[in-house]
């Protein structure tokens, strides 16, 4: 079953996505979807590119959101849109440039760094639910150690801190060892 | 701030972007003096970047496995003193709602408390039909057919009587007075952006039947209950208190507590606080 109650205003949503609420992104990503997708899909995208651009859009909202680095002084619908339609433009431009070049030519900087990204990644894998959100949350979301506390359960902010450090000598140690065998300069 | 920092946190700061520019300035002389530094730094780097990666992923995955559904949206307001009923459905319901600050129960209909009779405007009760089917299906419900399967699960006649049924159309139209009343805003195409301060809650609920011990999941809008629950109706309770919402379940006697954010299986674990118990069973009684 689902039922889906759609009323939240902008101030409401912000305050839960600041909280680390997810489900508040989930009600944004409803919400406008199809605003969003039509806009992209009027500007020769078909879509799956536009559903992936929004998808984008919405991520990084999410994160100057979360991380209290966005200032709103618009409507979240109308920032959104902003965001979507610039990221449509890079993309357009991106796929232009392409059928000039030759496509494969894609620098070795650009694959280290991909290769690099995927090592961490499945370490971070291996280490398990909670390392990955601890780790995540603070990285990313850049949640402080309470909220952290909080949305993972844990006793307290110390406790939050002390499996933050583990976790990542942990990492650093998993992801040490991989690029130790992995040449990235050949 | 660097002063008393030890070089893993500086690293880290410098990479979150977190030095002020006294302690930029110094740190990258010392990056630029130092090459152990600077491979510890790019090492960092590269972690870093794999974590955000990790994260924008899982994001993305998680909208995308967001259906967009068609057209097909509850609106509820603000309902007077409480709360709403709403539908039911083939698998197990739940619901919710938001009172300003007293706890409010939703979907609340069980054959095996003692009194199991609805008596408050507040509180008006779904039955719930533990068919444990695995798919997710969309039934609405009539006034008439609802009230059938309550009778059919009630052992008193006073039950029947007393419990207030109404079709999922009614909170729907509640939602659009409310809409109008409190519309601030539009959006560029014209939906309606912004209504007074509402509460909202969506949750889907499926029920998986399994002989195995009760488990669940909690995420997103997503509630997956494993388990026998067939002896009877479950109920979901919602506790608004402090301005906080927790969910809690109702079955066959016991109260489990559900912790959002379960998104692995986890045990359903019995309520065994006095104090809480006789609350929820305060507000099922009620």
Redesign the interface.
């Known amino acids: 079953m689902a039922f889906k109650i759609s009323l939240m205003n902008d101030e409401e949503i912000l305050q839960r996505i600041r909280k680390g609420d997810e489900r508040a992104v989930d009600f944004l990503y409803k919400k406008h979807y199809r605003m969003m997708v039509n806009m992209i899909s009027k500007n020769s995208g078909t879509e799956e590119e536009a559903k992936d651009v929004y998808q984008e859009a919405l991520i990084v909202f999410w994160k100057k959101a979360v991380t209290g680095e966005l200032v709103l002084t618009s409507k979240i619908s109308t920032y959104l849109y902003s965001i979507c339609q610039n990221l449509w433009r890079k993309e357009l431009d991106r796929k232009q440039r392409l059928s000039y070049e030759e496509k494969d030519a894609v620098t070795h900087l650009d694959h280290d760094r991909q290769e690099k990204i995927a090592i961490v990644h499945r370490c971070i894998g291996e280490l398990g639910e909670t390392c990955r959100k601890v780790l995540t949350y603070f990285y990313f979301d850049e949640m402080s150690m309470e909220d952290i506390a909080t949305k993972l359960g844990f006793a307290n902010a110390d406790t939050a801190k002390t499996k933050k450090y583990k976790c990542k000598v942990e990492l650093d140690k998993k992801v040490k060892s991989l690029f130790s065998s992995v040449d990235f300069f050949d | 701030m660097a002063e008393n920092l030890n070089p893993f946190d500086t690293i880290e700061a410098y990479l979150?972007g977190k030095l002020d520019s006294n302690e930029l300035d110094k740190f990258e002389q010392q990056l630029n003096a130092d090459p152990n530094l600077k491979n510890e730094v790019e090492?960092q780097q590269?972690?870093?970047?794999?974590?955000?990666?990790?994260?924008?992923l899982?994001?993305?995955q998680?909208?995308?496995s967001?259906k967009?559904?068609p057209a097909?949206?509850?609106?509820?307001?603000k309902i007077a003193a409480g709360v709403a009923m709403?539908?039911l459905?083939?698998?197990?319901?739940s619901?919710?709602l938001k009172s300003e600050d007293k706890p409010v129960i939703v979907a609340v209909h069980h054959q095996q408390v003692a009194n199991p009779v609805v008596e408050t405007e507040k509180i008006k009760t779904i039955a719930v039909e533990p068919i444990l089917e695995k798919e997710?299906?969309?039934?609405k419900v009539t006034p008439k057919k609802a009230k059938k399967v309550l009778m059919a699960k009630s052992t008193t006649e006073e039950l029947a009587h007393s419990v207030d049924f109404q079709a999922p159309v009614i909170p729907m139209e509640h939602?659009f007075h409310?809409?109008e009343k409190y519309d601030?805003?539009k959006?560029?195409?014209g939906?309606i952006?912004?209504?007074?301060?509402?509460?909202?809650?969506?949750?889907?609920?499926d029920v998986e039947k399994s002989m195995d011990k009760f488990h669940y999941k909690y995420f997103?809008?997503k509630l997956i209950l494993v388990g026998d629950f067939s002896k009877g109706p479950y109920e979901l309770i919602e506790l608004n208190k402090n301005q906080e919402k927790n969910l809690y379940l109702y079955y066959d006697g016991s109260f489990y507590e559900l912790?959002y954010?379960t998104?692995?299986m986890d045990h359903l674990v019995k309520i065994t606080q006095r104090k809480l118990q006789n609350e929820l069973l305060f507000k099922i009684k009620k």
């Open positions: 979150r090492f590269s972690i870093q970047d794999g974590l955000l990666e990790v994260r924008r899982e994001l993305k998680r909208l995308n967001i967009i559904e097909f949206e509850w609106t509820i307001g709403v539908g459905i083939g698998l197990g319901a619901y919710l997710t299906t969309i039934v939602g409310h809409v601030e805003g959006t560029p195409n939906k952006e912004q209504v007074g301060a509402i509460n909202i809650s969506s949750l889907t609920v997103s809008d912790h954010g998104e692995s």
